[in-house]
């Protein structure tokens, strides 16, 4: 079970790493209809406690409406490669468990937005999301781990 722990514990480490690294990610989301869309996420982080958070600053929002009828999203960090099966990466597999559009986490981020980038873009903000992760997906998924290349040569 200790081998386990410490396998898992890597793997949290280089997922971290890796998401941290890359700026852009995608989300998709779904409405309670289950039509689908995709954002381009440039703040997502990962945190210590393997939940993912970020912030919303479009009104009216596509992604905060359907997370708020749909709970389950995907984050896809990835690199790009020459041909799509080449392609490093991972998808997230996450369930929404809180947004918050008022109160004192959303103020304590506005005053940060507001310190390193001004005014008008701390009142651009509608809600911080937290996302608990359940499952991890290589972005070319042939059964392998998601930090494992999909094709040998």
Known sequence: MENTKQQNDLVNEELRDFFQKHHDKLLCTANK???????????????ENETIE????????????NILENKAVVFMVYEPAQRARDYKGVRI???VVE????????EMIR????????????SELVATVTCEIKKLRPVVDRGQLWNEPPLED
């Open 33 to 47: 209809n289950g039509e689908p869309s995709i954002s381009l996420m440039g703040t997502p982080r990962l945190t």
């Open 54 to 65: 970020f912030e919303l600053s479009d009104d009216p929002s596509v992604t905060l409406n």
């Open 93 to 95: 597999y996450a369930s």
């Open 99 to 106: 947004v918050l559009t008022e109160g004192e986490k959303l």
């Open 111 to 122: 005053t940060k937005i507001r310190e390193r980038f001004g005014e008008a873009k701390a």
